[in-house]
């Protein structure tokens, strides 16, 4: 099985592209599942299906669910909500309002990965494409395992360890629920299943990430920095699609201009994501609904070739060793030095660029070295790391 996760700006057509690349999949043989992880679902619409939170059959090889959030809170965090549902009704809220109130934010969208590593482990499937929710929305869904590491990491041993304590004196003497082991134990259940998830999503030859644009300036300008932060997450970019491209037979003088300035646009995305593939697809004349249309789109977009292809293997995260020396490159495509922001802290050195920020947990030899310098070359951030002894002796020195 292969995962190949499209996104990209909201309107570029990456609901179209995604099913194109589902039923091509499935054209050739492969067993092919598509799933929306988009809160406002169109995937339905644009295979004219009506689809649920459990795989529906779509055409030959090819089946096709909508995640309902509802459906995976139940499954994944009912231990959990019970216990928050429980604690905020003490206070008095109404049960419905305190049903609400007891939803972490961020995990509604994070049951998207828990199914997605639920259909992979089941194994039925050759390729499993998702149809993500625009950029902003994938890169917080993507963002939530790591933020749950550090919850992990930093606060639940300590959290944990108090209610030990304060269970058997406090318990019977305070008005609200204290947490119970069953609760902490839910909690530590649930993030090894993140864990799985993000090795998985990490692992290029398993999971490629394919960022769909249109040529103007916004759509690009938002898939470039699209391309810095899954490159910060450690995702792997393997392809840019350039969708709805006016055609030459289009001779319109009304739509010269746009003509001109899609080719211009054309010209700098084939520049700017060098050596990425860019794969491009013709505006189609009608609208893109249903099987035959999506036929049409996957031929625009694929020339017979398997869409499911592992078309770029390089991870945008990777250590290098020289002799005592250490370094740290991360492909960030469009930084500049003045864009990044560097922090080190313990085990954890954090990463600042425009208006993302990442805790990357460092691997024990570089956590026991200090970060000294940070570059930025052919679109790389290269973080040197040097041992404890040579940045002593190094202090002081102009």
């Not at 004219?48 to 459906?71: F, I, K, S, T, Y």
């Not at 998702?130 to 939530?144: E, H, I, K, N």
Request: with cysteine; net charge negative.
């Amino acid at each position: 099985m292969r995962i190949v996760l499209y996104t990209g700006k909201g309107g570029v057509g990456k609901t179209c592209v995604s099913a194109a690349a589902a039923l091509a999949a499935a054209r050739r043989g492969l067993r092919t599942i598509i799933l929306s992880s988009d809160r406002a679902h169109s995937l339905g619409d644009c295979l004219e299906r009506r689809l649920g939170p459990d795989p529906v059959d779509v055409a030959p090889n090819l089946h096709a669910m909508e995640v309902d959030a509802n459906v995976e809170i139940a499954q994944h965090w009912g231990e959990i909500q019970a216990y928050l549902r429980r604690l905020i009704s003490s206070q008095g809220v109404d049960g419905l309002l305190a049903e609400e109130i007891a939803m972490v934010p961020g995990f509604e969208e994070a049951c998207v990965l828990l199914r997605l590593k639920d259909l992979w482990d089941r194994g039925e499937y050759d390729a499993l494409i998702v149809d993500c929710a625009p950029t902003g929305a994938t890169l917080r869904l993507l963002s939530f395992p790591e933020a749950f590491g550090w919850f992990m990491r930093r606060i639940f041993p300590v959290h944990r360890t108090l209610m030990r304590v304060l269970r058997p004196t406090a318990g019977p003497l305070i008005s609200i629920p204290l947490p119970t082991e069953a609760y902490y134990d839910a909690i530590r259940a649930l993030y090894e299943r993140f864990i799985a998830v993000a090795e998985l999503l990490l692992d290029p030859e398993s999971t490629g990430v394919r960022l769909v644009t249109i040529p103007e300036r916004m759509a690009v300008e938002e898939t470039r920095r699209a391309f810095a932060e899954f490159s910060l997450y450690g995702l792997c970019v393997e392809e840019v699609v350039a969708n709805r491209i006016l055609p030459p037979e289009v001779t319109d003088p009304y739509l010269a201009a746009t003509k001109t300035g899609q080719q211009g646009w054309l010209e700098q995305i084939r520049t700017d994501f060098d050596p990425i593939p860019v794969t491009e697809a013709r505006l189609l004349p009608n609208e893109v609904v249903g099987l035959q249309a999506l036929e049409t789109l996957g031929a625009e977009l694929f020339e017979g070739r398997d869409p499911m292809a592992l078309l770029r293997t390089r991870p945008p995260v990777r250590i290098e060793r020289e002799g005592d020396a250490a370094r740290l490159v991360l492909e960030l495509g469009f930084a500049t030095r003045q864009d990044v922001e560097l922090m080190q802290h313990g085990d954890e050195l954090v990463v600042e660029m425009g208006g993302s920020r990442r805790n990357l947990l460092l691997p024990g030899a570089l956590a026991r070295m200090r970060a000294a310098r940070a570059r930025v070359e052919s679109g790389e951030l290269v973080i040197e790391f040097e041992s404890a002894g040579a940045a002593a002796a190094t202090e002081g020195t102009p």
